[in-house]
């Protein structure tokens, strides 16, 4: 072993141990354990704090448990040590017997005065935690003292931080309960935040036994901010008390699974609400109730509340400030977007709100869409998360106001549209919904089942995910979607091959090689794409050729059928356009790769219809915007029965022509040998 191996052992040995005799066994733990190669053990001694092991030298409780006795301790990193400003408490670091990761139970307790529990969560990808800290994997050390006791350290990301105390409290506070805790809040460190009005909710309401209840639980509590709204702490019953607590169960942040529902304590035959869990881009954690089955007094959807202070331990758990209760739907969506996310949030500005980019744009454009919506008795928005405001393209149109109220009335749906509702008009195709602005319409695809589910939604030629759904309001709902709709961030291919829609087309032009020009961003491409079920129609009309169209050995006629579908030019066609140029000179002819496409476009009862060889075609979703052109997606194709010969055996397929030439050759060949 090299100096260096020897070194980070001895300072092992002195943090486990306190002793050099046991130098040489834990040397052979390093040299003989595959894990703890010698380049693992200069990064251990990268990973050894000096202040933490100071601190173990300081405390004789800890110095004689560590000479002494059995124990399991937990080393945080030197960066944890960097990013953390508070008082270390090594005792809160220390249990007083021997865990390796596998024999760690859900809660042990530490050696600290009261001796208040450390929370073990085992998530689903094999992490551990310890409280809100996760054990960094083939980083723990096994070993026995002088005294032959077991000891383990467990080298940790974060510092343990136990319930912190004020200076001047009076009380003497030492493991307390949830309900201790609420009662004793003014003498806790808590940022500055006040609990009473939630405290004197709990009181009136007789839940105290929830918050006394032993075992392992998680806590939400409301800072009384929250409670601004004069009539809110009036709804905050005994139902709304028990959705802010999830039964055993503990859950830090950390640790915390993305939107897992967990069932909270206000779940019963007739009222079932659901808390989970998730993180934004920025780092910020939130926390969702659900009340899936809802009553006279407390009604179904989604409420978001910020986290504001996370991880309290408790005796019975952990506590999490939130900033506004839980399961209470008392503003409307203008509210919604103002208060929580937009100007006037719990911290007296948006700088933070999770919709605040929304908010701005919305604003800056002179705000009369947020009149619009106020003015709206039922409305559901789908509003873009901050995040999806960075893509390069909405930079530009920002500056251009027109443009960017099209794009925010795309966002509007004139209808109180949740989930549910998405499910059953998607239950037999794809749910097409009218927004605000005159013949846009959105596109929802419902994908998998329960809460494996994925929501999609189109507009303006964009796909966006909805993260977050149901967030109610009084008077609707907001959607949280991952882009911006009507902002085009993809080619004419790229949108082939991600739209449900147009899978069929996609795919015969990908055997037909029709498709490779329409990534070029050098050109502006008009297409008009028979959706799926517009060539499921051909199947009953023409059964023969819808069959010969879909075989690679017919490439040429399909390659020629899907070029009369697109237009070239230097610049798009938009079915206003189309109507204009066909009520000025009847019908329109458009180039295509190999000739023209001549058609006539007219507008009935607000819906776009193609009139081509005498046939009327209905134009399902107009104006899908690409970075390279421009896709209507019309029911059926424009087609024909001659399009394909197949009768009589006349058309010669190109593996047979392949297989009678090569015939040729070698008879030919045969012939010169003779």
Known sequence: MTSSGLRAAAALLLLCAATFAAAAELSDKLRDDSELSQSTAKSFRRLMPVRFYSQVEQNPIANATLTLRSCTIFVPTNEAFQRYKGSIHVLYHITTAAFSKEQLPKS?????????????????????????????????????????????????????????????????????????????????????????????????????????????????????????????????????????????????????????????????????????????????????????????????????????????????????????????????????????????????????????????????????????????????????????????????????????????NMHIIRDRLNVDKIRQKNANMIAQVPTVNNNTFLYFNVKGEGTDAVITVEGGGVNATIIQADVAQTNGYVHIIDRVLGVPHTTVLGKLESDPMMSDTYKMGQFSHFNDQLNNTQRRFTYFVPRDKGWQKTELDYPSAHKKLFMPDFSYHSKSILERHLAIADHVFTMKDLVQYSEQAGNVVLPTFRDSLQLRVEEEAGRYVIIWNYKKINVYRPDVECTNGIIHVIDYPLLEEKDVVVSGGSYLTESSICIILANLIMITVAKILN
């Open 108 to 408: 042990v307790s530490s050696d600290m005065d009261g001796n208040p529990p450390l929370y073990i969560t085992k998530n689903r990808n094999g992490d551990i935690y310890v409280n809100n800290a996760r054990i960094i994997p083939s980083l723990s050390v096994e070993m026995t003292n002088r005294e032959g006791k077991r000891q383990v350290m467990h080298i940790i990301d974060e510092v343990l931080q136990p319930l912190s105390v004020q200076k001047n409290a009076k009380d003497n506070i030492n493991n307390p309960d949830a309900m201790q805790f609420l009662q004793m809040a003014e003498q806790l460190e808590l940022n500055d935040f006040h609990l009473r009005t939630y405290r004197s909710q709990v009181t009136l309401a007789k839940k105290e036994s929830v918050y006394q209840s032993p075992g392992a639980h998680t806590f939400l509590i409301p800072i009384d901010e929250s409670f601004k709204l004069s009539a809110r702490s009036g709804l905050v019953d005994a139902k709304v008390i028990d959705g802010h607590v999830i039964p055993n169960t503990v859950i830090f942040t950390a640790a915390s699974q993305h939107d897992d529902p967990k069932t909270s304590a206000a779940f019963e035959d007739l009222l079932k609400v659901t808390v989970s869990f998730f993180k934004q881009k920025d780092g910020k954690m939130y926390v969702k109730s659900n009340t899936i089955v809802g009553d006279a007094k407390h009604r179904e959807g989604v409420v978001l509340a910020e986290i504001v202070k996370a991880n309290i331990p408790v005796q019975n758990g952990v506590v999490h400030l939130i900033h506004r209760p839980l399961m209470i739907i008392d503003t409307t969506v203008t509210d919604f977007l103002k208060k929580n996310f937009g100007c006037n949030s719990f911290k007296e500005n948006g700088e933070n709100g999770a919709l605040r980019k929304f908010y701005e744009v919305i604003m800056d454009n002179g705000g009369e869409v947020l009149d619009d919506i106020t003015n709206l008795s039922e409305v559901t928005i789908l509003a873009p998360s901050n995040d999806a405001w960075n893509a390069s393209l909405i930079e530009n149109l920002l500056r251009n106001r027109k443009k960017m109220r099209e794009i925010l």
